[in-house]
């Protein structure tokens, strides 16, 4: 069974800190696309990475794909609270199945 | 450009029962996928369709169905349904089907099964 595991499960922290959040796996992927997610809607999509060893950067947030594409993380500064929210990785391993990991949820206080 | 929809928003349903979620992929888009999320988890594959055809299916039963319309848009059909049902149903679109490719989603469809 291909999955991806998601940590920490659950972050809470203060406005201003730095976090990073981890999506891993046994199988390899070609790419892996990184979504945050708000209560009652949609996965919204923040970045696909496709390079082993790439790092993509979107304002206070840093994504990288592991050089064996079989991780990634996500790492935010600054933490703000309009950054809260359930953040979700996913990856298409072969065929046309997607498999999204659990998710971290994270929630920053002012 | 409009997003993805998705009809209806919310639905409550009884067991045994039948229900169709219908869902508008991005103008253009010409793939579209189903999820399952139950509350706490990540999103579950159910279908791709890509011009009209299943491309692939997930681990559920044969009770889900779906099917694309020439225009795209798609339908997800649960018969006999169970209390185990009750989750948000997510349809995402498009450009291309398999390999690297980037999902756009909808708000999704919140299904209750009492």
């Known amino acids: 069974t291909q999955l991806l595991e998601q940590s920490p499960q659950f972050l809470s922290i203060q406005e201003g800190e730095n976090l990073t959040v981890y999506c891993n796996s046994s199988s390899v992927f070609s790419s892996l696309q990184w979504y945050r997610q708000e209560p009652g809607e949609g996965p919204v999509l923040l970045v696909t990475v496709v390079t082993g060893g790439e790092v993509k950067k979107l304002k206070r947030l840093t994504f990288q794909f592991g050089d064996a594409r079989k991780d990634s993380s996500l790492h935010i500064t600054a933490a703000q609270p309009g950054d809260t929210g359930l953040y979700l990785c996913a990856g298409t391993p072969g065929g046309f199945k997607t498999i999204f990991g659990a998710g971290t949820r994270l929630f920053v206080k002012a | 450009d409009a997003g993805v929809t998705q009809s209806p928003t919310h639905l409550i349903k009884t067991r045994g029962q039948h229900v169709t979620l219908r869902c508008s992929p991005i103008s253009g888009h010409k793939s579209v996928s189903w999820y399952q999320q139950v509350l706490g988890q990540g999103p579950q594959f159910i279908f791709q369709?890509?011009?009209?055809?299943?491309?692939g299916r997930g681990n559920f039963p044969d009770r889900f169905s779906a099917r694309q319309f020439p225009n795209y848009s798609s339908e997800l059909n649960v018969n006999a349904l169970l209390l185990g049902d009750s989750a948000l149903y997510l349809c995402a679109s498009s450009l291309t089907s398999g390999g690297i490719y980037e999902q756009y989603f909808g708000p999704g469809t919140r299904l209750t099964v009492t």
């Open positions: 369709y890509y011009e009209k055809e299943e491309r």
